[in-house]
């Protein structure tokens, strides 16, 4: 008698467990999906959640045990690399992933390997012109992991939010600042979009998977205009609008890099080619879920601060 062969479920290892990577494996485990992530510090496992612990820090590098990636079909990488030493999770758990059956493996980059275009539209056949510093170290992961020869699928985000990662605490705690740049726009995405579209990915079959994919939302627009629609909802007033080019040299090289770079990121790709359809189309419907998720939940336990 000849037994059939049974297809392996999948098993999805998102490293990196912070704000999008947690979103992730919550949503994945939902989806009826095996779920490992990892954390810098050990914790417990909860919630049907698998916990590894992985620090790429020199003072205290500490890796998964031996045999802890068995089983894994899938791999998101939601760490940044270091602008000195390259990817840690490539540097550190690429041996181990490049021994495994792997059918996928999405790398989370920036849309800030464009660098600025001046307001311009740029697409996923754009040249990376990122500025020496995060951003070309971005790029130069980008590189280093699709080099492995693994099935990987690079995704460039740009600003993220999301609930208790939104404008409202900043607003409510008197801390954000309204500054207006003439024509200057950014774009943004909510977090559940972020996860949305990669396990919208993951689901496709290989080749119908692009090499780099924009998910963005449609809606690029001035940090102004997203604060105003902040305070709108809250019934709170907007701090005094500050002008840029005056209040520039007291900003943080930081905040003034983040400034200068304006572009337009088209998602046309994701969502005409791949058939994606966006949960949040703009910070519109973004924020008044996030308003609703926060106030469910308590007040925001994000720390105020300014978003995008």
């Given at each position: ?12 290892l ?6 999008t990577?947690?979103r992730?494996a ?5 989806n009826g ?7 810098r510090q050990s ?6 959640l ?6 790429s820090s020199?003072?205290?590098i500490?890796l998964?045990a031996?045999g802890a990636l068995?089983g894994i079909?899938?791999v ?5 690399p270091?602008q000195e030493?390259g ?6 758990l ?12 999405g790398?989370l980059?920036?849309t ?14 754009a040249p990376t012109?990122?500025?020496?510093g995060?951003s070309?170290a ?5 590189q280093?992991?699709l ?15 999301g609930?208790n990662r939104s ?5 409510l705690a008197?801390?954000s600042?309204?500054?207006?740049k ?6 943004r ?12 990915s993951?689901?496709?079959p ?5 090499t ?11 940090s ?12 709170h ?5 500050e002008?840029y080019?005056?209040?520039a040299s ?8 983040f400034?200068s770079?304006n572009?337009?990121?088209s998602?046309?790709l ?12 703009s910070y519109r ?5 996030c ?8 007040q925001s ?8």
């Open positions: 008698m000849i037994q059939a062969l049974v297809k392996p479920a999948r098993q999805l998102v490293i990196g467990g912070g704000f990577g947690l992730l919550q949503a994945a485990r939902r999906i095996a779920v490992r992530l990892t954390s914790r417990t496992n909860s919630d049907g698998e916990w590894l612990t992985f620090n020199p003072a205290g500490s998964p031996p068995a079909t899938d998101v990488v939601c760490v940044p270091d030493q990817d840690p999770a490539l540097r550190l690429g041996p181990s992933l490049l021994g495994l059956p792997l059918q996928w493996l790398y980059s920036t800030g390997v464009y660098g600025d275009t001046g307001g311009a539209w740029v697409d996923e056949t012109s990122a500025r020496a995060r070309q971005r790029v130069e992961a980008e280093a992991w080099a492995t020869g693994l099935p990987v699928q690079i995704f460039r985000l740009p600003a993220i939010y609930p404008p409202f605490a900043a607003l008197g801390q600042r309204l500054i207006h003439p024509g200057q726009v950014f774009c995405v909510h977090v559940d979009d972020i996860v949305g579209c990669l396990l919208h993951l689901a496709r290989q080749q119908e998977r692009p780099v994919v924009n998910v963005t939302d449609d809606c690029p627009c001035p102004s205009e997203t604060l105003g629609y902040a305070a709108h909802l809250l019934g007033k907007l701090p005094p609008i002008h080019f005056k209040i007291s900003m943080s090289p930081m905040a003034r890099s400034w770079e572009r337009r990121i998602n046309q994701l969502t005409l080619q791949l058939g994606y359809e966006l949960r949040y189309p419907e973004g924020y008044r879920a308003l609703v998720e926060e106030l469910d939940g308590g336990r994000r720390s105020p601060g300014s978003t995008t």
